[in-house]
């Protein structure tokens, strides 16, 4: 679904403008491709990550996985929306990282920000269908 920032509550607003300021701080020197992301936690505090590149490439990390894993190390657990800023229009969360936000938030809503005129809304389900989970 296509928003207008005008359009998210001020919660979201605050998550679409973290992720925003978050991709000022990216590090990627390789490929230039600078991703920010920001997560809402459900207490109301957001996290921000982003993409750090390595040369050997293996130690890299997305920027959402970033955020997330910033969360938990606060002991946060709990979130229900993720906010992805790239460098390009269109930058979506990677096969990893929709299975890491299926796993830690299965009903999870991410917000693909092109600008502030221009955001789009997913369900983690529609970008992972077969997600896989433990059964709890």
Do not use: W
Not at 29 to 55: Q, R, Y
Not at 70 to 79: A, F, K
Not at 84 to 100: A, I, K, L, W, Y
Request: hydrophobic letters at 40%; aromatic letters at 8%; one cysteine or more.
């Amino acid at each position: 679904m296509k928003l207008n920032y005008d359009e998210l509550n001020d919660k979201m607003k605050k998550l679409v403008v973290a992720a925003i300021d978050a991709r000022k701080n990216s590090y990627a020197p390789i490929s230039g491709f600078k991703v920010g992301a920001a997560i809402l936690a459900d207490t109301g505090e957001i996290f921000s990550g982003v993409n750090v590149e390595i040369t050997s490439f293996s130690p890299t990390i997305c920027a959402e996985r970033n955020a997330i894993f910033s969360m938990i190390t606060t002991g946060e657990r709990n979130y229900s929306a993720i906010a992805v800023c790239g460098s390009s229009p269109d930058t979506f969360p990677c096969g990893v990282c929709r299975q890491v936000i299926y796993e830690t938030s299965p009903e999870c809503e991410v917000l693909i920000v092109n600008s502030l005129s221009d955001i789009e809304s997913y369900r983690i389900q529609d970008l992972l269908p077969h997600g896989f989970r433990l059964e709890e």
